[in-house]
């Protein structure tokens, strides 16, 4: 069993950056695939990033390609999303997912079998 805690959302301003965390337990996230989901009033959870098991420099929503950058440090057992240049629009919980089978580019949120309880992100205009 994976255990996911995301940490590190807030309230920043347009033009902001912040980092999220997801602390990972029962497996180390070198063993997984990791991804970051969001999911804003109203609409479906959908994709933003996400890195396999096997290494690469990760797959991105459109919407936040060339802002967003996901990472994981093994000896911390935590992958991150560094969001640079947020807009109101990136205002939304974000979740950490995981799962040692799908690749990072899976966009699909049911092929991801663990989850975080998510952490919320306001961009103020």
């Known amino acids: 069993q994976v255990q996911l805690v995301e940490s590190g959302g807030g309230l920043v301003q347009a033009g902001g950056s912040l980092t999220l965390s997801c602390a990972a337990s029962g497996r180390t996230v070198s063993n997984l695939s990791m991804a970051w989901f969001r999911q804003a009033p109203g609409k479906e959870r959908e994709f933003v990033a996400g890195i396999s098991r096997s290494g690469g420099s990760g797959s991105y929503a459109d919407a936040v390609k060339g802002r967003f950058t996901i990472s994981r440090d093994s000896a911390k057992n935590t992958a991150y999303l560094q969001m640079n240049s947020l807009k109101p629009e990136d205002t939304a919980v974000y979740y950490c997912?995981?799962?040692?089978?799908?690749?990072?580019?899976?966009?699909?949120?049911?092929?991801?079998?663990?989850w975080g309880q998510g952490t919320q992100v306001t961009v103020s205009s």
């Open positions: 997912a995981a799962d040692p089978y799908v690749l990072g580019s899976q966009r699909n949120r049911n092929s991801w079998d663990y």
